[in-house]
């Protein structure tokens, strides 16, 4: 257990250390699994979405899957009746067929992201059990950015984010698809506004593909079925890391992510004074689970998989591949090392997230 902790960034909010020094940890505690938007990044984490759907998700009996863009995806497949199957395709999907010639256009890569959320859907039917709810998380375009999608407009956008992230709000405002039962999230915490959809058969693949469409790489899904009219983009847009309100009072948020903190925007990744909140409310109950620098130094290239390896590898799209799978199998030994501390946790190596 002591030579496994060296793999893993412990972080806890107060409230949640607390019940870790006083009560530890069992998979009834947990109400929320929250997943972050990322691209390649999120391929770290599905050997430890594996071991939670095999050893903890049938034990609890109330919790939220909620996600972005890949995150979404995750919790898509974690919300089906067999989610090893359905880790397993968007592994392969994911991994296999993103084969792009160089400079793709958008629409190349929006039919490819389709393709790839399409593997993860079980004949385009979402079957969660009892006492599990399903949040797809998107941005929808409004004001200035409506019906466009050119660089100065999202670069008017960007700046907007950096001013304040409230002005962001006149360009997007937040569209979650829902299925299952009622989610914790149901109430707009910010001016972003919290406008709900049920996920449905005419609408399921269209709101996973959105919900990963990256703006200048990828076209916008545009006024998909039951939803409010306009182009739908990439979740991470708003809501990058997942910095929400999750299980309010309601039990604690297991957190496996991919770095020891939670930007609230993708655009905030880019501003030192927003990238890593401290002492935020909304962080209060979770626990973040994430692999240590040591551990990350071990993977190819010394970094967990990104989009920037698309222009690395270039067209040797076998070299890429490999690179990944041999990343995704070293994490093998992070889920192996996070299950152990979640069946025994140690509250004296969890840092203040």
């Known amino acids: 257990m ?167 709000a006149r360009h997007f405002e937040r569209v979650v698809f829902h299925a299952g039962e009622p989610s914790t999230l149901v109430e707009s915490p910010d001016a972003f506004g919290m406008t709900r959809v049920q996920l449905d058969t005419v609408n399921l693949e269209d709101a996973l593909t959105a919900s990963g469409s990256i703006p200048l790489v990828c076209d916008p899904v545009r006024d998909i079925a039951l939803a409010p009219p306009g182009n739908y983009w990439d979740g991470g847009l708003i809501d990058y890391h997942l910095l929400l309100p999750h299980a309010r009072g309601e039990g604690l948020v297991l957190y496996p992510h991919f770095v020891p903190h939670v930007t609230p925007g993708w655009l905030d990744k880019h501003l030192p004074w927003r990238r890593r909140p401290r002492a935020h409310p909304w962080l209060d109950n979770v626990i973040v689970i994430a692999p240590s620098r040591a551990f990350v130094e071990r993977l190819p290239d010394r970094k967990l998989p990104d989009r920037s390896d698309f222009h690395r590898y270039g067209l040797d799209h076998a070299a890429r591949i490999r690179a990944w799978e041999r990343a995704i199998a070293e994490c093998e030994r992070f889920a192996d090392a996070a299950m152990a501390w979640l069946a025994r946790p140690d509250p004296t190596v969890v840092k203040s997230l």
Not at 70 to 99: C, F, K, T
């Open 2 to 168: 002591a030579d496994s902790q060296q793999w893993l960034d412990l972080r806890a909010g107060p409230r949640a250390l607390v019940h870790l020094r006083e009560r530890g940890l069992a998979p009834e505690d947990v109400r929320a699994i929250p997943a972050a938007a990322g691209g390649p990044k999120g391929l770290a984490l599905i050997p430890f979405d594996e071991r939670i759907a095999r050893d903890w998700l049938p034990a609890m009996p109330r919790v939220d899957l909620a996600g972005a863009s890949i995150g979404a995806w995750r919790m898509a497949a974690l919300s089906q009746r067999d989610p090893l199957s359905a880790l397993a395709r968007l592994r392969h999907a994911y991994v296999r067929e993103q084969n792009y010639r160089r400079d793709p256009p958008a629409a190349e890569v929006s039919s490819t992201i389709r393709a790839v959320a399409r593997q993860v859907l079980d004949g385009g039917v979402l079957h969660p059990r009892a006492g599990l709810s399903l949040d797809v998380l998107t941005a929808r375009a409004r004001g200035p950015l409506a019906g466009r999608r050119d660089r100065p407009a999202f670069a008017r956008a960007a700046l907007s984010n950096a001013l304040a992230r409230s002005r962001l």
